[in-house]
């Protein structure tokens, strides 16, 4: 969810088998990277991809859209240790995000919906499971196997399900760790927000639609699907691997999990075992910090607002589809309410929607006056520096980025999922208020900007003092060496949280996979070069 990276070089490193560059004759692990999603999912995988394959020299196959190919391959492409190659996993997350469906789904500002997204997340992606172990068992049957798996969260089942079949070790790679359950009272699946809406409700929901509890019986219900062959149950029955819930898993076998993220960042559940281990925040990064350039209207009206001696605000949704009206009207009512004198830069993909005319009109008068800009893009290592506040939507990457700079930070948006997490760790740091919908936020926007521009405020204190990490650092290393300790321990693959089969397992099996319920008996677990997939499964199809 976090696209803040700005350059969006979509050229491709050459090669065969798929793409890719380096020069790796001899490289000493092959790691497989599998990961779906946006842009933003995918950028941390990639700044890892260059870190094992430059400092360690290892080889490293991406898996993962094909939308995201050129992107990948060109920000590998002056890799000259170790070897990367691309294979697609099938389908188009940035695409169906874009409909108006997923849109006016991902702008509801209501828990149930926010769970209900959460409990689907994996789901929604088991389609590539096939297409993954067609991969995988052609690589297996290379000259070159694969040594290790790195997933992302959205496929630790399906990384689980491929190590299990193929003997491969699993890691999985976190960048959202309220996603992973914990029974502790305080840990929540989704985060509750203002949404704006009646205190009442929005208390019921509360309640009712954000602990990990409530989560794991939506997403059982959507994963263990009966009558559908893609289910992950259904998939691991078809390749001879008995029933096994993906996080007893997890928890049982001790699955290592490298989260990149400072440890002070957030309370840590209480019992998660050891093999969940916090790094460092990580950054693909085109440049170092502060060491590229503004283009030319940016840096023309920064330089006008500190000539003018106005204070600077950025105000960023990066790809949400935040609707251009309500952003601009927050933007309208802080400039022309506020105590301060200030400008703000609004950076954004524009959205469609219509801006209503009285604040149209504002805005284009705002801009005359040269407190206002609004920017597709910008190259954030560049601009933050020169921020006093920020409004970000509450990815990793550009939330962390600004909390690095010391200055204030509020968090707003559509919010979804990991947004509110990092909503609400500004909000406990004392550095931004709470994290509420951008409908909401419009009501306490002046309040907000008053306070985060004026140098005695709490906010302001409580940001100088924060600690998240050296500005200067991309934490790649810290996290090479973290999966390269890893994978020198000797991890064995991961295997069924129990050896035996549930009874709703079995309905699966009879359901499903006909050919298997005639058999008479429960799979047995796959061997390390499981036998030919089913007809319906060997192609890979999505």
Sequence with gaps: DDDDDDDDDDGGGGGGGGGGSGGG??????????????????????????????????RVTFCTEERWRGFVLGKCADITAGEVRFLCTGGDTQRQTETDVSKEIMSSRTEVLQELMMAASEMNFFPSAPVIMHHLGALQASPRPVDVIINAFTLTGVALMCGEAYGVPAVGFCLQPSCIPSADDDWHAVLPVDGGGLSCCERIEELACTSHASLKTLRDAMEKLPFSSLSLPAQRAQWGLTHSDTWKAAFKWKLPI?????????????????????????????????????????DRFVKNARGQGKKLMVMTFSSMPVPRAAALAVAVRMLTESKHAFALLYVGKRQSDTVPAAVAAKVEELKAQGSLLEAERADFGVLFREMDAFIVHGGLGSTVEALRMKRPVAVTGILLMDQRFWGWVCYDKGV???PMHIDAFEGSAVDWADKALDPLSDYTRNAAKLTFGDEADDGVAVNVHEIARLVAS???????????????????????????AKRGSVPKPASATPAKPPSSLAAGRH
């Design 25 to 58: 004759a001899s490289c000493a692990v092959h790691a497989l990277i599998i990961s779906r999603g946006t842009r933003g999912d995918v950028q941390p995988f990639v700044a890892l991809t260059r870190g094992l394959c430059s400092q360690l020299g290892w």
């Design 258 to 298: 490298v989260i990149p993220m400072l440890p002070a960042a957030f309370k840590r559940p209480s019992d998660w075992p050891d093999s969940f281990k916090c790094t460092d925040f990580i950054f693909l990064r085109s440049s170092a910090p502060g060491g590229g350039a503004l283009e030319a209207p940016i």
């Design 432 to 434: 931004g208020p709470k």
């Design 490 to 516: 000797e991890l064995p693959p991961p295997k069924s949280h129990t050896n035996k089969s549930s009874a709703a397992f079995e309905a699966v099996l009879r359901v499903a996979e006909p050919n298997l």
